[in-house]
Nanobody
Framework: VHLVESGGGLVQTGGSMRLSCVGS????????ISWYRQAAGKEREWLGT????????MYEPSVEERFRISRDNVRETVFLQMVGLQFEDTAVYYC??????WGQGTQVTVSS
């Protein structure tokens, strides 16, 4: 049982990217899901959280104008939509559910 993130890759400055998060061996539907990122040499940073029913959203202020979290409970997937990407957004991105181990994350690299 773990989370699987996907959708990362290389994007140019100013570009957009959508990351996905699914459960391996379980459904994410009953869980509040948070997104985090960790840049090289830095601590893991919380980005935002969506509640299980999708009605509650919270964001770290520095990203709330560019990042959007959503979920599709039919597809059992949580998304992180990012726009206006900057070099400083380069990091490994993770999703997290309570009491579920961290996954491998997905690398996002923003180039000029």
């Amino acid at each position: 049982v773990h989370l699987v993130e996907s959708g990362g890759g290389l994007v140019q400055t100013g570009g957009s990217m959508r990351l996905s998060c699914v459960g391996s061996g379980f459904s994410v539907n009953p869980y509040d899901i948070s997104w985090y990122r960790q840049a090289a040499g830095k601590e893991r940073e919380w980005l935002g959280t969506i509640t299980a029913n999708g009605d509650g959203l919270m964001y770290e202020p520095s990203v709330e104008e560019r990042f959007r979290i959503s979920r599709d409970n039919v597809r059992e997937t949580v998304f992180l939509q990012m726009v206006g990407l900057q070099f400083e957004d380069t990091a490994v991105y993770y999703c997290k559910a309570r009491d579920v181990p961290w996954g491998q994350g997905t690398q996002v690299t923003v180039s000029s």
